[in-house]
């Protein structure tokens, strides 16, 4: 797991990752550089919260890969089900586990990035509990952490 300064966007990686709630908005951080840089990822995201806005619960650990470039991957992680600025920890540790699982399984001897303290600055989780996830859910990725 390497951490680099600079914009994820910039990655050579096959796919960026970030966590996503499940009300359907992508209203800061990564999210909302997605939803501003990919409309059609924020579109499909809003499409399946919206499916689920009764009961969100069924979303948490869904990976939702997205096509942006021939063969390059936005990947939504749902691992939070509410967002807010208040303090409180958003992020689920095991939807994220589910998740990065997933991912690994996926996208397996290929290069995946992420933004540094994913999960942690918006989700309020507690970032050594998120490294350690990434590190051992992400075994068989090459893995590059973005800070900006």
Known sequence: MKIINGDIFDSDAVAILHQVNCMGVMGSGVAKQVK????????????????????????????????????KYIVNLFAQKKFGRDGT??????AL???LNRVNQLFAGRAV????????????????????????????????????
Request: hydrophobic share 35%; proline share 5%.
């Open 89 to 94: 920890c958003y992020t689920d540790y095991n």
């Open 97 to 99: 586990r589910i998740c």
């Open 36 to 71: 501003r840089k990919f409309p059609l990822v924020y579109f499909e995201y809003k499409r399946l919260c919206d499916e689920h806005k009764d009961d969100p619960a069924p979303l948490m650990g869904v990976v939702q890969v997205c096509e942006v470039d021939d063969k």
């Open 113 to 148: 990035a992420l933004p540094y303290m994913m999960s942690c600055v918006r989700g309020g989780g507690d970032w050594n509990i998120v490294s350690n996830i990434i590190a051992t859910e992400l075994v068989d990725c090459d893995v590059t952490l973005y800070r900006l």
